[in-house]
């Protein structure tokens, strides 16, 4: 049962994603975090390097502050973890590495 929460909790993600007007939405992708962390990556090197082509990226857009909106998620297991609450600090995280990389998120 351990194996299978760890398994479930690996394939949550942070989706990004960027609004160039209110009809359109552009998932921009997602980075996998360590089971209960909100803090770390499977694969940190990659994951910020991934995040260094992001924020390029969506400077690159022409962007007026809130049209990046971030989502964090988690997968929904019996822990001591509350899934809401990780989901929110993933997404501070990733906010706070965007800002980190000159972004107005």
């Known amino acids: 049962m351990k194996k299978l929460c760890c398994v479930i909790v690996i394939f949550a993600f ?5 609004f160039a007007n209110t009809d359109d939405q552009e998932e921009i992708d ?11 990556f499977i694969n940190h090197g990659e994951a910020m390097i991934h ?14 502050p809130g049209q990046i909106h971030v989502f964090g ?4 297991v019996l ?10 600090e993933r997404a501070h995280f990733v906010m706070s590495e ?6 107005n998120v």
């Open 51 to 64: 995040l260094d082509g992001i924020a390029n990226y969506l400077l690159s857009r022409n962007l007026v």
């Open 30 to 40: 997602f980075l996998l975090f360590l089971p209960n962390s909100s803090d770390q």
């Open 14 to 18: 942070t989706g990004f994603f960027v």
């Open 73 to 76: 998620y988690a997968a929904a």
């Open 98 to 103: 965007l800002q980190r990389r000159g972004l």
């Open 79 to 88: 822990n001591e973890v509350d899934g809401d609450q990780l989901s929110l």
